[in-house]
């Protein structure tokens, strides 16, 4: 009896550790999704900053760069999640 109850114990941990990993990986690739997306935005007002010369523009290149950071922070793993997006 007491090697099913510590059994059972056991399996439920791996049961919540497997379901904490998947959501966690669920959430970094959220992130990383939004993140491409805003890069892709980056790269096209960069492309028209270059073309106009618009000093607006440069304060929207910005924006972008602080909610791609805000991404990578809430990721878990600013390091990588920063050199996934910008070496992509």
């Given at each position: 009896?007491?090697?099913f109850d510590t059994m059972k114990k056991i399996s439920l941990i791996v049961l919540g550790l497997g379901i904490l990993v998947t959501s966690c990986q669920s959430e970094?690739?959220?992130r990383m999704n939004k993140a491409l997306q805003l890069k892709k935005e980056y790269q096209k007002v960069h492309i028209h900053l270059q073309n106009s010369?618009?000093?607006n523009l440069i304060t929207q290149l910005s924006?972008?760069?602080k909610e791609i950071r805000f991404h990578a922070t809430v990721s878990g793993n600013e390091?990588?999640?920063l050199k996934e997006?910008?070496?992509n």
């Amino acid at each position: 009896m007491l090697i099913f109850d510590t059994m059972k114990k056991i399996s439920l941990i791996v049961l919540g550790l497997g379901i904490l990993v998947t959501s966690c990986q669920s959430e970094y690739g959220e992130r990383m999704n939004k993140a491409l997306q805003l890069k892709k935005e980056y790269q096209k007002v960069h492309i028209h900053l270059q073309n106009s010369k618009n000093p607006n523009l440069i304060t929207q290149l910005s924006e972008i760069k602080k909610e791609i950071r805000f991404h990578a922070t809430v990721s878990g793993n600013e390091q990588l999640f920063l050199k996934e997006i910008w070496n992509n």
